[in-house]
């Protein structure tokens, strides 16, 4: 999604803003720009295309301001260009503003201000947003008054930074639905809407709260939002660090975040197994053994592959813990009247913790009085924020945007709740509790070893380039994984492919089948490995090539598949956390066979928070 990125301080505001834009181009975006402020006017450049297109425009008398707004843009009202790219200005030129987020009233104000006869020269709501400001400046006050004034007349979601070309050093911010950070420095503060742009300067840093309006200068930052506290009191300290956000000698963001999946799980269960009494303690869910024990039903909302993970949850928790499970995709789930009670558990999983309509979803079920808990990523987010309490999966900065390793730690964490809930409810045995234990710490050694056949993955790649659809099928708590398989496949590589579970295959994607049709089939040796090797051989009569994902040292499956993966043995609601390994670098490797852009895919955010 877009990026913002402000500067104000006293070192060259250009090269940090462009530094910060680099850092956030991950997000996914089409076209970038900044304005700079100089000598009591501004300095503004965009463009469409990438953050070095912007590098490259000569910044004239701009390359010596200390004071500055950047942005990259991913198009929403009207298409790329260098019209339509952000910051936009107001009608005198002196204001300029970039802006994350919908307005949605934006037509009836557009409508109003041009009968007053402001000209427009961008389809966008940002523009709209920024000509009010500056008919409220005209009318008295300062930027920040102007800024609250306007903002009271708008509907929708915002996150925005504004300078004026008429007060030097100064930024105004605000956020209403829309994530703002500012990191605090010596003599110098910048305001972002991801920490990623900001740790290179400092990694103090105060989220901004919903509705929070800033003023940012050189020494200080003064919040005149909901929550007046001295933003100092409210500073927390960012512990990711610079080599987390750096590729590390990787060819993309995703191979290295693939990788790093032993050392992420670790992460996640680190300091939370208890090895003899076979249980899990999350300190974060902030929940007694009675509660556990009270629990009717549960909920989980997710979006995408963080629905996926949801979706793995539901088989897990449901056996360990014998707690009905549904899963809502936030998007359907917010606009639905759902039944709700107190004695309801609501789960929220978000790698950003910023979603949109997963943070609706939230609001949602405590409005019906379900109690909340997070399952997140990053640390100070939205989601995790507003939820009761909740549980961090420490995978560490996810860049690549298509989700891997927050795939696998979110799934852990849900098995370690499966354990926890097991155990307190009596659904779990201490032996069976040691037992998973003992299994979930060899995990990461068990992931390590799939990616020591990574060579073996990309080879295989090759036999698919050329396809141009894929089927994956999976079963029980694998049928998760099928989805997944199918969403990395598509996201990155643009190759249409399906998930199913593999016995419904046969009232329908049965007809898709024939000899061009790769088939992906996740068949461990679990308690569906029977009922999948009958699937398999449904599709080998249809003339379907078979790539099966399978358990080490099974002769048989060799028989029925034309490829086959190895992955370790595991226990059974573990195998996901194997399973999915290899469908991510197959993905990985068919898109880099293609020659797609695998940390930028086309149409592709990394945190969507518009709905
Ligand atoms: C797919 C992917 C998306 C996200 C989804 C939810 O690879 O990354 O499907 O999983 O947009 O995002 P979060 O987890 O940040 O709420």
Redesign the pocket.
Known sequence: MCGIVGYVGFRPARDILLHGLERLEYRGYDSAGYALQYNNSLVIRKCVGRVTDLAAMDPGEGARATAGIAHTRWATHGEPSTENAHPHTDSSGRIALVHNGIIENYKSLKDRLKARGEVFVSETDTEVLTKLIGLELEAGGNLLSAVKRALSGVRGAYGIAVVSADEPSTLVAARYGSPLVVGIGEGENIVASDVAAIVAHTRDVVYLEEGELVEITTRAVHSHGSDPRMIRERMTHVDWNLSEIEKDGFAHYMLKEIHSQPESLRNAFRGRLDMSEGTAHLGGLNMTPERMKQIRRIIIT?????WHAALIGKYILESMARIPVDVEYASEFRYRDPVIGEDTVALV????G??AD?LAALRLARRKGASCYGIVNVVGSTIARETDAGVYIHAGPEIG???TK?FTSQVMILSLIGLALGRARGTVSRSEGIALANAIQEVPDKVETILGRAGEIKDLAREFTYASNFLYLGRGVNYPVALEGA??LK?ISYIHAEGYPAAEMKHGPIALIDDLMPVAVIAVRDAAYDKIVSNIQEVKARKGRILAVATEGDSDIRHHAQWVIEVPEVADQLTPLLTVVPLQLLAYYVAVARGCDIDKPRNLAK??TVE
């Open positions: 997710a979006c995408g592959t963080s999983v978000s790698q950003s910023e979603t997963t945007v298509a989700s927050a969403l990395k996201e945190s969507v």
